[in-house]
């Protein structure tokens, strides 16, 4: 039994996260964000503190021992640290984040997507990096002036279902490392992830014949269909069964009409398995190798029926099904 942590054990640390998750919320959703000074916060790094503690240091000892050169070199360097900051803040304020959607995976696949970084002035921006909140691993880019350029993020949900993409974060350093200027954002997009296919894929269940269909025949799915006849001149090579072909020299194809008359359902109470995520998994199988043969299929599951159809939209629709279920 896994325990809830506790608040009293790390008082500073489940504070410091109630207020990151607090501030995390009052952020809108959206996936086009324009970097302005609300949304652009800057503070010194810790060799921007060690600067600052360094000019302080020179400065009281130009002080006591009334060194013009001292005071030349705290100024000069303190005029530099101030323009770094300014520089740093508008090299990543007026930027345009513009999120680039994933595709659905399957369960344990890693989600890909793109942001798009766009630069409308004519002055380059350098060492800009975006990662996911709280993660280690920073993409970094550099966009000319007005000019574009997309970076590529992972992740990886643990679990099928419809995901909303994490909480993104951009930040630069440019040009001396002093300062660090970020920004927080929230994608509103989403990832539809898939069940895992169960592998190797199981048999398809028999095939069953349409109402008003006298002539059409249940076919067994896991070796070749049934229906093949000898190859007349004119039928699309798609239909001729190239293995026999290799192995007996004839040519023989596949009966359209016949594959057309049936009609394969994919049932959750049919698969032979218990649990429901094994269940979604071979019925996610079922639905692949379905698709692949170009077979009719309907799919079933508890409390939703989607007709007998074929095709890529009828397949999309049935993978979402199970993703959903």
């Given at each position: 039994?896994?325990?809830?942590?506790?608040?009293?054990?790390?008082p500073v640390r489940h504070v410091r996260a109630r207020l990151v998750r607090w501030w995390q919320e009052r952020l809108p959703f959206t996936d086009t964000l324009l970097l302005t000074q609300r949304n652009v916060y800057i503070l010194p790094t810790r060799a921007g503190l060690l600067l600052g503690v360094t000019l302080m240091v020179l400065l009281v000892a130009s002080i006591n021992y009334q060194l013009n050169l001292g005071y030349l070199l705290t100024f000069?360097?303190?005029?530099?640290?101030?323009?770094?900051?300014?520089?740093?803040?508008?090299?990543?304020?007026?930027?345009?984040?513009?999120?680039?959607?994933?595709?659905?995976?399957?369960?344990?696949?890693?989600?890909?997507?793109?942001?798009?970084?766009?630069?409308?002035?004519?002055?380059?921006?350098?060492?800009?990096?975006?990662?996911?909140?709280?993660?280690?691993?920073?993409?970094?880019?550099?966009?000319?002036?007005?000019?574009?350029?997309?970076?590529?993020?992972?992740?990886?949900?643990?679990?099928?279902?419809?995901?909303?993409?994490?909480?993104?974060?951009?930040?630069?350093?440019?040009?001396?490392?002093?300062?660090?200027?970020?920004?927080?954002?929230?994608?509103?997009?989403?990832?539809?992830?898939?069940?895992?296919?169960?592998?190797?894929?199981?048999?398809?269940?028999?095939?069953?014949?349409?109402?008003?269909?006298?002539?059409?025949?249940?076919?067994?799915?896991?070796?070749?269909?049934?229906?093949?006849?000898?190859?007349?001149?004119?039928?699309?090579?798609?239909?001729?069964?190239?293995?026999?072909?290799?192995?007996?020299?004839?040519?023989?194809?596949?009966?359209?009409?016949?594959?057309?008359?049936?009609?394969?359902?994919?049932?959750?109470?049919?698969?032979?398995?218990?649990?429901?995520?094994?269940?979604?998994?071979?019925?996610?199988?079922?639905?692949?190798?379905?698709?692949?043969?170009?077979?009719?299929?309907?799919?079933?599951?508890?409390?939703?029926?989607?007709?007998?159809?074929?095709?890529?939209?009828?397949?999309?629709?049935?993978?979402?099904?199970?993703?959903?279920?």
């Amino acid at each position: 039994m896994t325990q809830l942590p506790n608040p009293l054990r790390h008082p500073v640390r489940h504070v410091r996260a109630r207020l990151v998750r607090w501030w995390q919320e009052r952020l809108p959703f959206t996936d086009t964000l324009l970097l302005t000074q609300r949304n652009v916060y800057i503070l010194p790094t810790r060799a921007g503190l060690l600067l600052g503690v360094t000019l302080m240091v020179l400065l009281v000892a130009s002080i006591n021992y009334q060194l013009n050169l001292g005071y030349l070199l705290t100024f000069l360097l303190t005029g530099s640290t101030l323009i770094g900051m300014h520089v740093c803040h508008g090299n990543l304020r007026g930027l345009t984040l513009n999120l680039i959607a994933p595709s659905a995976i399957y369960t344990g696949d890693t989600a890909t997507f793109g942001v798009g970084l766009q630069n409308t002035r004519k002055r380059p921006r350098f060492g800009l990096g975006l990662a996911l909140l709280g993660s280690a691993q920073w993409a970094w880019t550099d966009v000319a002036g007005e000019s574009n350029a997309v970076v590529h993020l992972a992740y990886r949900p643990d679990h099928r279902g419809l995901h909303q993409l994490p909480t993104l974060t951009a930040e630069t350093r440019f040009p001396l490392g002093t300062f660090r200027v970020w920004t927080i954002w929230r994608p509103a997009a989403s990832v539809l992830v898939y069940p895992a296919p169960e592998m190797p894929a199981p048999a398809l269940p028999p095939g069953l014949a349409h109402e008003g269909s006298a002539h059409a025949r249940n076919i067994g799915v896991q070796g070749e269909p049934d229906g093949l006849r000898a190859y007349r001149r004119g039928d699309p090579l798609k239909s001729i069964v190239w293995k026999k072909a290799a192995k007996t020299g004839a040519l023989v194809s596949r009966n359209s009409l016949t594959l057309q008359q049936q009609t394969l359902w994919l049932d959750q109470q049919q698969t032979g398995l218990n649990l429901p995520e094994a269940q979604l998994s071979r019925l996610c199988a079922w639905v692949l190798q379905a698709d692949k043969l170009g077979l009719i299929y309907g799919l079933r599951l508890k409390g939703r029926e989607i007709e007998p159809a074929t095709g890529t939209a009828h397949q999309q629709h049935c993978l979402r099904a199970l993703a959903l279920a």
